[in-house]
Nanobody, 116 residues
Framework: QVQLVETGGGLVQPGGSLRLSCAAS????????MTWYRQAPGKQRELVAR???????GYRDSVKGRFTVSRDNTKSTVYLQMNSLKPEDTAMYYC??????????WGQGTQVTVSS
């Protein structure tokens, strides 16, 4: 059974940092593209950051220079380091594992709240 478990969310003040983790099981992790999405209340889910099987990364414009995505294939885990957090980063953050046009799996999400 495939599981993606996100951890690391919480309440942080503006300008603070958080590190999200997503631990995968039940898949050959190294063969999956890993993506972080987020969804704020009343808004559509949006792509935040992606890391491919060869380690290439991509980010939405609003988080470039503040967020860093990385993966550790030995631990079947993907990370999202979030620095200089802003109130508009407040959302539920989801981990996605996919092989395009073949398989896709989602985690249950972890809440990030940026507020003073």
């Amino acid at each position: 059974q495939v599981q993606l478990v996100e951890t690391g969310g919480g309440l942080v003040q503006p300008g603070g940092s958080l590190r999200l983790s997503c631990a995968a099981s039940g898949i050959i992790f190294s063969t999956y593209r890993m993506t972080w999405y987020r969804q704020a209340p009343g808004k559509q889910r949006e792509l935040v950051a992606r890391i491919t099987t060869d380690g290439s990364t991509g980010y939405r414009d609003s988080v470039k220079g503040r967020f860093t995505v990385s993966r550790d294939n030995t631990k079947s885990t993907v990370y999202l380091q979030m620095n200089s957090l802003k109130p508009e980063d407040t959302a539920m953050y989801y981990c996605n594992a996919d092989i395009p046009s073949l398989n896709t799996y989602w985690g249950q999400g972890t809440q990030v709240t940026v507020s003073s």
